[in-house]
Antibody, heavy 118, light 113 residues
Framework: EVQLVESGGGLVQPGGSLRLSCAASGFTLSSNWVNWVRQVPGKGLEWVSRINGDGSTTHYADSVKGRFTISRDNAKNTLYLQMNSLRAEDTAVYFC???????????WGQGTLVTVSS | DIVMTQSPDSLAVSLGERATINCKSSQSLLYGSNNKNYLGWYQQKPGQPPKLLIYWASARESGVPDRFSGSGSGTDFTLTISSLQAEDVALYYCQQYYSTPWTFGQGTKVEIK
């Protein structure tokens, strides 16, 4: 069974840092692009970042470019999101999601809540 | 960025009746070299992650009931639930994956009348 499990969320002060993890099971992470998507509670979905199978290509939303870094450790079958210089507007549930082939987000984790507040 | 606009924001439909959700993109999602529309539809229930229903605008994801169908091409797309069931009450989102940043519509809330 394909499963994605996020962890690492929590409360952090503005300007602080946090690293999210997404552990994959039931499939090899290196075989697909994977993404981070976030959702402010009660609001819509915002795509954040994506990375290809070998980690050589990444893309970011303008809202996080230069502050967030996506990476993967294929040996651990785990995806990461390093979030620096956090702002109140980064408060959201962060989901990891795997492409079906190109951009269709077919498998999702349950999400981890990040709260940026003083 | 490609802007995705859904209509309506919410709709109430009687059980067994048809529900139709529209999605319009600010530019064409049809890739000429493969004749595919880079458009997906998702269902999200409270406390759950989104679930992929439709991809390539009209391909149904494995396990999705056949009462869900997608249509359209270019900039105008539709998700149809042919006979609404109680378990279909949810938020529905369209998403373009033609070019990054991937973008989503604002969501359409489907309720029972």
């Amino acid at each position: 069974e394909v499963q994605l499990v996020e962890s690492g969320g929590g409360l952090v002060q503005p300007g602080g840092s946090l690293r999210l993890s997404c552990a994959a099971s039931g499939f090899t992470l290196s075989s697909n692009w994977v993404n981070w998507v976030r959702q402010v509670p009660g609001k819509g979905l915002e795509w954040v970042s994506r990375i290809n199978g070998d980690g050589s290509t990444t893309h970011y939303a303008d809202s996080v470019k230069g502050r967030f870094t996506i990476s993967r450790d294929n040996a651990k079958n785990t995806l990461y999101l390093q979030m620096n210089s956090l702002r109140a507007e980064d408060t959201a549930v962060y989901f990891c999601a795997r492409d079906k082939s190109w951009g269709e987000l077919t498998y999702w984790g349950q999400g981890t809540l990040v709260t940026v507040s003083s | 960025d490609i802007v995705m606009t859904q209509s309506p924001d919410s709709l109430a439909v009687s059980l067994g009746e048809r529900a139709t959700i529209n999605c319009k993109s600010s530019q064409s999602l049809l890739y000429g070299s493969n004749n595919k529309n880079y458009l997906g539809w998702y269902q999200q229930k409270p406390g759950q992650p989104p679930k992929l229903l439709i991809y390539w605008a009209s391909a149904r994801e494995s396990g999705v009931p056949d009462r869900f169908s997608g249509s359209g091409s270019g900039t105008d797309f539709t998700l149809t639930i042919s006979s609404l069931q109680a378990e279909d009450v949810a938020l529905y989102y369209c998403q373009q994956y033609y070019s990054t940043p991937w973008t989503f519509g604002q969501g359409t809330k489907v309720e029972i009348k």
